[in-house]
Each structure stands twice: as C-alpha cells, then as structure tokens.
DNA sequence: CGTGTTATTGACCAACATCAAACTTAGTGG
DNA sequence: CCACTAAGTTTGATGTTGGTCAATAACACG
C-alpha cells in the first residue's frame, strides 16, 4: 500500500498517463516538466474545487484519490467519476469558465495547481499537447457515455463489477496496480453514488461477487480472483478508455 | 413542422450553434464556410456512423435529428445523447481514432461529411475556432454528466421533464423553437432508452405530465405550457449547457 | 382500406430502496 | 495495551418504483 511516501515530482505521473494515451515527445515532456504549480494538501472529503467556481488554474492529483460529482435537487449525490494521480479531473476548466460540478477528496489528497495562463502557453507552443489535452478530455466523456450505459440498463452486480474492472486498468496505466491486487479507497456509500444503488444494495451485491469467486477483498484491499469472469459478468470492453495499446 | 424545405447551406446553423456557445468572429465564419463537404441522406433509422468505425470524416447534421447510442451485452439499447442541426455529433473522432458508440437517423437526415484533414486545418489556421470545438466536446460531456445524474438519482418523472427541458433549450439554441411549441420527433421507445426506462413507464409518465398540465403533447408536437413547473419538476438547471448567455 | 409503427391499458412481478439495528474495524487518547 | 469512538459494513424486514407481458387502440402512409 502507501506506507512507502511517494517523493516522485508531481508531473512524473501526468506523463505516465499521457503516455497511456499517446505519444509524448521528449521535448513535450520537459516542458510539461517545467510547468509551474502550487502545491495544497487537502484532508478526506474536502472539495477540490466546487460547483459555480471559475477557477483560474487545473489542478493534477499527485497523490490521493478524488471523485467528480454533483449535488440534486432532493439533496442526493452523483458521483460521475474517479480520479486518480496523473489526472487533471478540472482540465475543462481551461474552456468551461464556471464549473458544474465539484471534485471532493476521497482520501487525503496532495494537488499540483497549474495556472490557465500557463497551460495556454503550454498547448500554444506545443500543439501535440494540446492534441493530447483534448483528447484526454475527450476519453473522459468517453467514461461518461459508459457510466452513463451502465446506470441506464446494466443490472447492479454488471454495474458493480464494471466499475471495478474499470479502475483497476486505469489504475495499472499508472502503475499504481497490478496483478497482486489493489487498494481502492472507495467506500460502500460512494459507490452507491456513483452507480445510482443504494447503500445496502451495494453491500449484498458486492457479497455476490466474493460468493462467485470474482473478487477477493479485505477492507480496502481488492484483489480480482478471475479477471475474464468479472469481466463478462460486468459486461466489460476497455476499448472506450482508448488506451494507446487498444485504441490503435 | 418541416413542409418548408430548408434550402439554408450546411455551416448556417453550424454558425449558429458556435455562436450559442462562443464568439465567433467574421474571418472564422467565412472559413467555416469555406470548408468542404459532401452532403448525405438518411432514411429514419439508419446509422451515420457505427461503433468500431474509424471515420476519417466529422458529419455535420444539415436537417432531421440524430441520436448517439450504444448497444450493450444484453441486446439493450443506451441513448446517450440527441443532436440537431448545427451539431457535429462525431467530432471527437479527430482524436479518438475508434468509435465507442453508434449514431443514428431518428429522422430522414441530411448530413454534410467533412474530411478530418480540412478540420485539422482549420483549427491550425484559427486556433479561435479550435477552442470553440473543445469547448462544444466539452459541452457535450457536460450534458452527459447531467444525464448521469439524472438516470442515476432522478425519479422517472423528473428525467423525462429535464429532457424536455434541455432539447427544448437546444432547439431554441438553433431557432428551431419558439415559445407556441416545436416539433419533437422521439418515440417513447427512444426516450426509454435514452433514460433508462421502460416504454410503458414512459408512456404513464408522460401522461401525468400532461395531467399536471406542464405539457401538451399532440403526436410529435409538443408545447411547454408551463415552464416553471416543467423546470420544477425536473429539477432543471441550465447551466451545464453553458450557453454564452448563462455561462458568462 | 390495409399494414406497420407507435401509443395506451391492465394485470402482475422483480429489482432495488428504505428503515433500523447490530456488528467490525481502524484510529485515538489515556 | 485497552477502552472509546466514529466510520464503515452487514443483516433483516418491509415497501415502492418501475419492469414485463400481452392485448388493444390510434395513427400515418401508400
């Protein structure tokens, strides 16, 4: 887990995501280095940035995990995604001038703050960047359609096991998993949220799935016993996370 | 309705649309009236563009509406979002070589195919304009997180109200409604799958709806006879569209 | 006038929600 | 090292929204 604290610089894990999703020069990643940036912690929980902001910078996740969401009208909440290091989950800030929606802290969370001047500058001299930038934006909507698939006519246990299969691959494109299982910090409730179930649904779904042999877990430590079976019964195909690999 | 045949060039209501979310300067117009195309029909029903295609063309949608959708494991159907004239559904197919979903004729359209290159062009010649098309992407992803939401957290009533709310807004957004009611060419079957319901619930719902006096609805014409209500119920906000107007 | 699509109805049912309580676990301070 | 606490998980009982199935009614179009 992360008793080891991760000392790498806060761009080492954008380029690795960048990576993930194209081609990044060397050129591109020394500028990309070169960015300047305010570093804050922020405690569990806490907003990142929130609905009805104009935030004048992005913020990168160095370390911690984050979710995107919204409050309803009745006072629920819809998680729409998690955020992991490497992702800048406000890039869409650089052209949506008032946020519609809020980023909150999963588990402590340390968070590079890059100026929008400074990425401007960034995408302007180097449009390979921006061509990345875009895209990256544009696979997050991608998430969404999926997400949205999911919520609107998968069943609770596909939905569950979708999710899961989901965060492990982008987990392992940062190399903050691999096949000996991982740590997810994300609790029963936030699930709820972010598959539209309740709570207690969640719960005796998620049962299921340890009962089928699918997933072994233990407090927050996730280890997929049978990866082809999850996936078929979460009824899976990466190929809209457009990673390089699969995308080409 | 559309017995008036609409003899208006394709990047009329492109124009349009750009101008709903942005600034759109002279010079930008007329390059946008200058890009090439080749113009295509659609009977009802049929498909633009498929899922796994890799298109090296964007379609501008001319005349009819146009749904995106995804067809998953069990044989059901996701709606995931509609579109109308002025849009570029596939416009993220400049950077995500592979498409995740399908986009389909809900009407006879006419479509006006144009190449990536030229688009890829026009964005180096008119970096405005490259800003303007992220911003759009990054619109459409907004509207597929207030989908989210809504199938995730809304009662099935306030879904179909918000959907209302939002093609009706849409189709203001082009000059294809006004306050006297537009034409709204959704079955209750893809309204079903578009927010994750049965079409009898559709059906009851859409009665009630009519009931509580908020719509009336005669075959494909709607009016919205109360819109305060209407946006009540379905707790609609419109800043997610984030037209120049609000988003300012 | 058929014929196919879309809308509407009714009867019945299931997946998932809600409520409320108990149980675990991981910290925290004495 | 052991209470004590707060967060998260698990369980059981019960309720409701919305699904399914199947038939009928309205249209729209040639």
């Given at each position: 887990?992360?008793?080891?604290?991760?000392?790498?610089?806060?761009?080492?894990?954008?380029?690795?995501?960048?990576?993930?999703?194209?081609?990044?020069?060397?050129?591109?990643?020394?500028?990309?280095a070169d960015l300047p940036y305010r570093l804050r912690s922020f405690p569990e929980n806490a907003d990142l940035v929130r609905q009805g902001?104009?935030?004048?910078?992005?913020?990168?996740?160095?370390?911690?995990?984050?979710?995107?969401?919204?409050?309803?009208?009745?006072?629920q909440r819809q998680i729409m995604s998690f955020h992991l290091p490497g992702d800048i989950p406000d890039l869409q800030s650089l052209h949506?001038?008032?946020?519609?929606?809020?980023?909150?802290?999963?588990?402590?969370?340390?968070?590079?703050?890059?100026?929008?001047?400074?990425?401007?500058?960034?995408?302007?001299?180097?449009?390979?960047?921006?061509?990345?930038?875009?895209?990256?934006?544009?696979?997050?909507?991608?998430?969404?359609?999926?997400?949205?698939?999911?919520?609107?006519?998968?069943?609770?246990?596909?939905?569950?096991?979708?999710?899961?299969?989901?965060?492990?691959?982008?987990?392992?494109?940062?190399?903050?998993?691999?096949?000996?299982?991982?740590?997810?910090?994300?609790?029963?409730?936030?699930?709820?949220?972010?598959?539209?179930?309740?709570?207690?649904?969640?719960?005796?779904?998620?049962?299921?799935?340890?009962?089928?042999?699918?997933?072994?877990?233990?407090?927050?430590?996730?280890?997929?016993?049978?990866?082809?079976?999850?996936?078929a019964v979460g009824d899976f195909d990466a190929s809209y996370l457009h990673f390089r690999s699969e995308a080409a």
């Amino acid at each position: 887990m992360a008793d080891r604290k991760d000392v790498s610089p806060p761009h080492t894990r954008l380029i690795a995501k960048l990576e993930a999703i194209g081609r990044v020069t060397e050129a591109e990643k020394s500028a990309l280095a070169d960015l300047p940036y305010r570093l804050r912690s922020f405690p569990e929980n806490a907003d990142l940035v929130r609905q009805g902001d104009k935030p004048p910078e992005c913020c990168l996740i160095v370390e911690g995990f984050v979710c995107r969401y919204k409050l309803l009208g009745e006072g629920q909440r819809q998680i729409m995604s998690f955020h992991l290091p490497g992702d800048i989950p406000d890039l869409q800030s650089l052209h949506l001038r008032v946020m519609d929606h809020s980023l909150s802290a999963l588990t402590p969370v340390t968070a590079a703050f890059i100026p929008h001047e400074a990425l401007h500058a960034l995408t302007r001299a180097f449009p390979g960047i921006a061509a990345l930038f875009w895209r990256d934006t544009l696979i997050d909507a991608a998430i969404f359609r999926e997400w949205l698939a999911g919520v609107g006519r998968r069943t609770a246990k596909a939905r569950i096991a979708h999710v899961i299969c989901e965060v492990y691959l982008k987990l392992r494109a940062v190399h903050l998993a691999d096949d000996g299982g991982f740590d997810l910090p994300i609790t029963q409730v936030e699930l709820a949220d972010a598959l539209g179930l309740s709570p207690v649904h969640v719960n005796r779904v998620l049962q299921e799935l340890r009962a089928d042999g699918l997933i072994v877990s233990k407090g927050r430590f996730v280890i997929i016993s049978d990866w082809e079976r999850l996936r078929a019964v979460g009824d899976f195909d990466a190929s809209y996370l457009h990673f390089r690999s699969e995308a080409a």
